[in-house]
């Protein structure tokens, strides 16, 4: 069956996966596909790149560069 979700209901399952809760608990729930909620959650995540969000991780990387940077300038001075 192709059956048509509506954007709220996408915002649900995807948060329902961002806040830890399994997909497959989300399927046995929902009944939604496995592929179409992994679908949705790869498009959600798209959508927060383009918002320029920055992780953890993103952020502890960025912070070594910065340092190695400010070695490398005062090594020239």
């Known amino acids: 069956m192709n ?3 509506t954007e ?3 915002l649900i399952i995807t948060t329902r996966y961002k806040k ?4 497959s608990d989300i ?4 009944g939604i596909p496995r592929s179409t909620i992994y679908a949705w959650i790869k498009h959600s995540a798209d ?4 918002k320029k ?3 953890l ?5 960025l912070e070594n560069k910065v340092a190695r940077l ?3 300038i005062e090594i020239m001075k």
């Open 3 to 5: 059956q048509k979700y």
């Open 8 to 10: 709220s209901e996408k």
């Open 20 to 23: 830890g809760e399994a997909v």
């Open 27 to 30: 399927v046995m729930n929902t």
């Open 47 to 50: 959508m927060d790149t383009n």
């Open 53 to 55: 969000s920055v992780s």
């Open 57 to 61: 991780k993103n952020y502890r990387i």
């Open 70 to 72: 400010q070695g490398i």
